[in-house]
C-alpha cells in the first residue's frame, strides 16, 4: 500500500519561502513518476512540478517555473517542493502525487494519471 504523507505547509508573506516535503512508503518508486498538485478553493486541481524517481527528469508549469524546485531523496523516500517568491496566487491545498506508469507531458501534468495521492498540506500566502 503506497502512503504519501505531505509536511511543510503554513501562513507566508508575499515574496516568502517554503519547503513542502513528501514522504513516500509502501513500495519501491524506482519506476515512479512524482509529482505535486495544488488546489486553491473554487477551482480545480492543477498541476504544479513532477519528477522521475530515477534519472531525475523534472517538469514545471509555466506559473512556476523559476520559482519553485522539485527534488528528491533516494535514501529517504521523500520528494521536496521548494517554492521562493510565493505569491498570493500560490495559495491552495497542496497534493503530493505518485504513479508507476510511463512519463509523457500529457502522463505528468493530468490528475487522472496518478493513482496515488496524498492528504494536501495548505499553503498560505499573504499580500
Known amino acids: 500500500q503506497v502512503q504519501l504523507v505531505e509536511s511543510g505547509g503554513g501562513l507566508v508573506q508575499a515574496g516568502g519561502s517554503l519547503r513542502l516535503s513528501c514522504a513516500a512508503s509502501?513500495?519501491?518508486?524506482?519506476?515512479?513518476?512524482m509529482g505535486w498538485f495544488r488546489q486553491a478553493p473554487g477551482k480545480e486541481r492543477e498541476f504544479v512540478a513532477a519528477?522521475?524517481?530515477?534519472?531525475?527528469?523534472?517538469y514545471y508549469a509555466d506559473s512556476v517555473k523559476g520559482r519553485f524546485a522539485i527534488s528528491r531523496d533516494n535514501a529517504k523516500n521523500t520528494v521536496y517542493l521548494q517554492m521562493n517568491n510565493l505569491k498570493p496566487e500560490d495559495t491552495a491545498v497542496y497534493y503530493c502525487?505518485?504513479?508507476?506508469?510511463?512519463?509523457?507531458?500529457?502522463?505528468?501534468?493530468?490528475?487522472?494519471?496518478?493513482?496515488?495521492w496524498g492528504q494536501g498540506t495548505q499553503v498560505t500566502v499573504s499580500s
Open positions: 502525487t505518485a504513479d508507476p506508469r510511463g512519463w509523457t507531458t500529457v502522463a505528468v501534468t493530468t490528475v487522472s494519471e496518478y493513482d496515488y
Open positions: 509502501g513500495r519501491t518508486f524506482n519506476s515512479y513518476r
Open positions: 519528477i522521475r524517481w530515477v534519472g531525475g527528469t523534472i
